[in-house]
């Protein structure tokens, strides 16, 4: 008698789900050597009561009598094969060592049984799950047209944590599932030929942002068709057809504007042989904001200037080139912690969880960074590409090469600015070296994710007096890139001096009092600011909810009318910020947008209803009135539906964002 399949089900299932508390990991190895022989000897038990039952039976009944008669005359007289071995008659302490032995063995047989059907449990305990499941093609296995769709996106993303669309969850495979299961605290079952897990679909947006910063590069595996059109077509019975719709990475993915996370780094290298001492091309590009840096410099035999651009952007994603110099792979593996190889196997695996330290792509563009400007529409840009040195072209373009596929606009995003590109390092400023910044503290060490969390003794976290995200970015720039311009550096400690005077030093006179009150009442809305940069990168990225566009624009009338144009008596440092952020045209921008939508219908999340004026607002009500009329006609079916279903005060349901669909009770279906 084995163990039920519903038992093994159940067991796989209490292992995936996450323990919460100081209680140690149930490990597969623990579970499988511990539970397995309480099972065991679970059965033993009961076949030996069982056994004892019949043989009662066996002795109340006239012909179990002959039998014990029998089998004592059979035990007294020797068999042949004792008699030609001249083996001696066993005595009752053999026979009892040999029943022992016996049931011994069938216990170790049981054990033996709950392992294998426990799904081969056999792996590293350190791990704390099952054996790897790679989600690769094996021959002579048979797959279900939906595991088929999953191997074919795994062929050409075999890198990335796909997450699959099916029905109202999303479904992860194989070691997916593993990975899923680890980071996400959900069940992982088996099912069919791999590994399941799933989540709702209204949580995909965080369960992938968990995925994201736990170091794994996610795809989003969306169905292309709904089940009313599936319907409706000739190929109805045939699977849905899916295909990748998004790839999130540590440095592409965008948090809200109200996340208040650092924004990480994506870097780009390429090597520039033609000189003595090497040279190295860098492209960095904050995705979240929309900044970009470049830079070209000379580099020594340890790589010291690499490893200092290294530490002060602290990059979550390295793109490299296939082929690169020794010296310069070593200083990126010492960087990165473990050893760059692009022949070594990219695909994700449950042990790579929480792992500290960029994600290195190895990528190689087709086009050069001319051609892509001109594919991307970014013609414009051009002259400003050919004022690069060759290898930051070849950054830019291998830069180009990986965001173009992501998709978003990313890579438009890179060439959005029109003007030419901002300079990592100027002779105006000092670089820090890595063996400063380090010494020094300046700054934290980087989360799994790439982003910086401030230390509370850190440097920086010693200066930081920022009320505002955007605020934080350029002190942090100012601190790691300090002024070597006597004038300019006096002029800024100036205008400091000012300002904290101006705030907390009472002048005596009216107008300094009036000054002060200003000046406070500037700070305590910086508080209530979101972050601007951030948010204008979403709304390009077409990322941007009704309710986020609402706060970004109250927050930039806040921004444009909370500082008086000029300060009597203030530094000229002072009255030219002040001079920049007061512009009438961005006021009278954006009083034109809060003339076009409304704020009521913004802040429920109703973009088909936020736009009240202007040219948007014909063009969705154009649309409105269609979706309208089609609305009304589904709506005056709704009586024939309940009639043929026989359900009175039938109604439409809405889930997961698909409208007026029909609930149909179980006993009726077919």
């Given at each position: 008698?084995?163990?039920?399949?519903?038992?093994?089900?159940?067991?796989?299932?209490?292992?995936?789900?996450?323990?919460?508390?100081?209680?140690?990991?149930?490990?597969?190895?623990?579970?499988?050597?511990?539970?397995?022989?309480?099972?065991?000897?679970?059965?033993?038990?009961?076949?030996?009561?069982?056994?004892?039952?019949?043989?009662?039976?066996?002795?109340?009944?006239?012909?179990?009598?002959?039998?014990?008669?029998?089998?004592?005359?059979?035990?007294?007289?020797?068999?042949?094969?004792?008699?030609?071995?001249?083996?001696?008659?066993?005595?009752?302490?053999?026979?009892?060592?040999?029943?022992?032995?016996?049931?011994?063995?069938?216990?170790?047989?049981?054990?033996?049984?709950?392992?294998?059907?426990?799904?081969?449990?056999?792996?590293?305990?350190?791990l704390g799950s099952t054996h790897v499941q790679l989600v690769r093609r094996r021959p002579g296995v048979s797959y279900?047209?939906?595991?088929?769709?999953?191997?074919?996106?795994?062929?050409?993303?075999?890198?990335?944590?796909?997450?699959?669309?099916?029905?109202?969850?999303?479904?992860?495979?194989?070691?997916?599932?593993?990975?899923?299961?680890?980071?996400?605290?959900?069940?992982?079952?088996?099912?069919?030929?791999?590994?399941?897990?799933?989540?709702?679909?209204?949580?995909?947006?965080?369960?992938?942002?968990?995925?994201?910063?736990?170091?794994?590069?996610?795809?989003?595996?969306?169905?292309?068709?709904?089940?009313?059109?599936?319907?409706?077509?000739?190929?109805?019975?045939?699977?849905?057809?899916?295909?990748?719709?998004?790839?999130?990475?540590?440095?592409?993915?965008?948090?809200?504007?109200?996340?208040?996370?650092?924004?990480?780094?994506?870097?780009?290298?390429?090597?520039?042989?033609?000189?003595?001492?090497?040279?190295?091309?860098?492209?960095?590009?904050?995705?979240?904001?929309?900044?970009?840096?470049?830079?070209?410099?000379?580099?020594?035999?340890?790589?010291?200037?690499?490893?200092?651009?290294?530490?002060?952007?602290?990059?979550?994603?390295?793109?490299?080139?296939?082929?690169?110099?020794?010296?310069?792979?070593?200083?990126?593996?010492?960087?990165?912690?473990?050893?760059?190889?692009?022949?070594?196997?990219?695909?994700?695996?449950?042990?790579?969880?929480?792992?500290?330290?960029?994600?290195?792509?190895?990528?190689?563009?087709?086009?050069?960074?001319?051609?892509?400007?001109?594919?991307?529409?970014?013609?414009?840009?051009?002259?400003?590409?050919?004022?690069?040195?060759?290898?930051?072209?070849?950054?830019?373009?291998?830069?180009?090469?990986?965001?173009?596929?992501?998709?978003?606009?990313?890579?438009?995003?890179?060439?959005?600015?029109?003007?030419?590109?901002?300079?990592?390092?100027?002779?105006?400023?000092?670089?820090?070296?890595?063996?400063?910044?380090?010494?020094?503290?300046?700054?934290?060490?980087?989360?799994?994710?790439?982003?910086?969390?401030?230390?509370?003794?850190?440097?920086?976290?010693?200066?930081?007096?920022?009320?505002?995200?955007?605020?934080?970015?350029?002190?942090?720039?100012?601190?790691?890139?300090?002024?070597?311009?006597?004038?300019?550096?006096?002029?800024?400690?100036?205008?400091?001096?000012?300002?904290?005077?101006?705030?907390?030093?009472?002048?005596?006179?009216?107008?300094?009092?009036?000054?002060?009150?200003?000046?406070?009442?500037?700070?305590?809305?910086?508080?209530?600011?979101?972050?601007?940069?951030?948010?204008?990168?979403?709304?390009?990225?077409?990322?941007?909810?009704?309710?986020?566009?609402?706060?970004?624009?109250?927050?930039?009338?806040?921004?444009?009318?909370?500082?008086?144009?000029?300060?009597?008596?203030?530094?000229?440092?002072?009255?030219?910020?002040?001079?920049?952020?007061?512009?009438?045209?961005?006021?009278?921008?954006?009083?034109?947008?809060?003339?076009?939508?409304?704020?009521?219908?913004?802040?429920?999340?109703?973009?088909?209803?936020?736009?009240?004026?202007?040219?948007?607002?014909?063009?969705?009500?154009?649309?409105?009135?269609?979706?309208?009329?089609?609305?009304?006609?589904?709506?005056?079916?709704?009586?024939?539906?309940?009639?043929?279903?026989?359900?009175?005060?039938?109604?439409?349901?809405?889930?997961?964002?698909?409208?007026?669909?029909?609930?149909?009770?179980?006993?009726?279906?077919?």
């Amino acid at each position: 008698m084995g163990v039920s399949s519903k038992r093994v089900q159940a067991s796989i299932s209490s292992f995936f789900k996450p323990k919460r508390g100081k209680s140690p990991e149930r490990t597969p190895e623990t579970f499988a050597s511990k539970e397995a022989p309480k099972v065991a000897a679970k059965k033993a038990r009961r076949s030996e009561d069982s056994g004892h039952d019949a043989q009662k039976k066996r002795a109340m009944s006239p012909s179990g009598a002959v039998k014990r008669r029998r089998m004592t005359t059979e035990a007294h007289a020797p068999d042949a094969g004792s008699a030609d071995d001249g083996a001696s008659e066993k005595d009752p302490a053999n026979a009892s060592e040999d029943g022992s032995h016996k049931e011994t063995d069938k216990s170790a047989q049981l054990v033996a049984e709950a392992t294998d059907l426990l799904g081969g449990l056999k792996v590293n305990p350190q791990l704390g799950s099952t054996h790897v499941q790679l989600v690769r093609r094996r021959p002579g296995v048979s797959y279900t047209p939906l595991e088929q769709q999953v191997l074919e996106a795994k062929e050409t993303h075999s890198d990335t944590v796909l997450a699959v669309e099916v029905g109202y969850k999303f479904r992860f495979f194989g070691e997916d599932a593993r990975i899923a299961s680890q980071v996400l605290g959900i069940m992982c079952t088996q099912a069919n030929n791999f590994y399941n897990a799933s989540i709702p679909t209204p949580r995909l947006a965080v369960h992938v942002r968990r995925l994201v910063h736990a170091g794994f590069r996610v795809g989003v595996v969306r169905q292309n068709e709904t089940a009313a059109l599936k319907a409706a077509g000739p190929k109805r019975s045939a699977p849905f057809m899916r295909s990748v719709s998004q790839v999130i990475t540590a440095a592409t993915l965008v948090e809200d504007v109200g996340a208040d996370d650092a924004a990480p780094w994506l870097m780009s290298l390429a090597e520039d042989h033609s000189s003595a001492s090497i040279g190295i091309g860098m492209v960095a590009v904050q995705v979240a904001t929309g900044c970009v840096l470049v830079d070209h410099f000379e580099d020594g035999f340890l790589r010291s200037a690499l490893a200092t651009r290294l530490a002060h952007l602290r990059p979550a994603e390295l793109l490299l080139p296939q082929q690169l110099n020794g010296q310069t792979k070593s200083a990126l593996a010492a960087h990165v912690g473990r050893r760059i190889d692009a022949s070594e196997p990219r695909e994700p695996l449950l042990e790579q969880v929480g792992r500290v330290g960029p994600r290195v792509e190895f990528v190689d563009s087709v086009f050069s960074a001319i051609d892509q400007c001109e594919r991307l529409g970014a013609a414009n840009m051009a002259p400003h590409v050919l004022d690069l040195a060759p290898a930051v072209a070849e950054a830019l373009a291998r830069m180009l090469a990986y965001l173009e596929p992501l998709g978003r606009g990313l890579a438009r995003g890179v060439l959005a600015g029109g003007r030419p590109f901002a300079r990592f390092h100027t002779r105006t400023h000092m670089l820090l070296s890595a063996t400063a910044l380090q010494t020094l503290q300046v700054f934290s060490e980087p989360t799994a994710s790439g982003a910086h969390q401030v230390k509370a003794d850190s440097l920086f976290a010693a200066m930081d007096r920022t009320h505002s995200p955007f605020g934080r970015r350029l002190l942090r720039q100012w601190v790691a890139h300090p002024l070597l311009d006597h004038d300019e550096l006096k002029a800024r400690a100036d205008a400091v001096s000012f300002l904290r005077d101006a705030l907390y030093t009472d002048g005596g006179s009216a107008s300094a009092h009036v000054q002060q009150q200003a000046l406070s009442a500037a700070r305590g809305k910086l508080n209530q600011l979101v972050d601007i940069e951030r948010g204008i990168c979403r709304l390009h990225y077409g990322l941007a909810s009704p309710p986020e566009l609402l706060r970004i624009l109250r927050s930039l009338r806040t921004a444009a009318s909370v500082l008086p144009s000029a300060i009597d008596h203030a530094p000229a440092a002072v009255n030219e910020i002040l001079r920049q952020g007061h512009q009438p045209a961005l006021r009278q921008l954006i009083g034109l947008w809060f003339e076009q939508i409304s704020a009521k219908e913004a802040q429920s999340g109703s973009k088909e209803r936020m736009f009240v004026q202007g040219p948007l607002h014909a063009r969705m009500q154009e649309h409105h009135d269609r979706l309208q009329a089609i609305e009304d006609e589904l709506q005056a079916s709704a009586a024939g539906v309940a009639a043929q279903l026989d359900m009175p005060g039938f109604a439409f349901r809405s889930i997961s964002g698909i409208d007026y669909l029909i609930d149909v009770r179980s006993t009726r279906k077919g």
